[in-house]
């Protein structure tokens, strides 16, 4: 079976930081732009941070620059999101997503383009 299975989000307090991870199962990311992405209640899905196959080309969107970090590992099969100063605003499900045939700002901005792959997403809550 083909997924991908987002662990690491949780509650932090506003400044705080939170590492979440994608592992992938059944298929190898080594061929897959991957991205993460977000989606608050009553908001549009945004996405967050891409990273192209081998890493060399990432994408952040500006309201994360600087504070988060996206990195893959794909001996592990693993993605990764470093997340820092944490805001209220970050509050929201978390979901990693895979897809071929993209560039990291592409499969950050148009994911629907690339027949992406879906996590079942992770719960980020930053609150005091």
């Known amino acids: 079976q083909l997924q991908l299975v987002e662990s690491g989000g949780g509650l932090v307090q506003p400044g705080g930081s939170l590492r979440l991870s994608c592992a992938a199962s059944?298929?190898?990311?080594?061929?897959?732009?991957m991205g993460w992405y977000r989606q608050a209640p009553g908001k549009e899905r945004e996405g967050v941070s891409c990273?192209?196959?081998?890493?060399?080309?990432?994408y952040y969107a500006d309201s994360v620059q600087d504070r988060f970090t996206i990195s893959r590992d794909n001996a592990k099969n693993t993605l990764y999101l470093e997340m820092n100063n944490l805001k209220s605003e970050d509050t929201a499900i978390y979901y990693c997503?895979?897809?071929?045939?993209?560039?990291?700002?592409?499969?950050?901005?148009?994911?629907?383009?690339?027949?992406?792959?879906w996590g079942q997403g992770a719960q980020v809550t930053v609150s005091s």
């Open positions: 990273i192209s196959i081998r890493g060399l080309n990432t």
């Open positions: 059944g298929f190898t990311l080594d061929t897959y732009v």
């Open positions: 997503a895979a897809g071929r045939g993209a560039t990291a700002h592409s499969l950050c901005v148009r994911p629907q383009d690339f027949d992406a792959r």
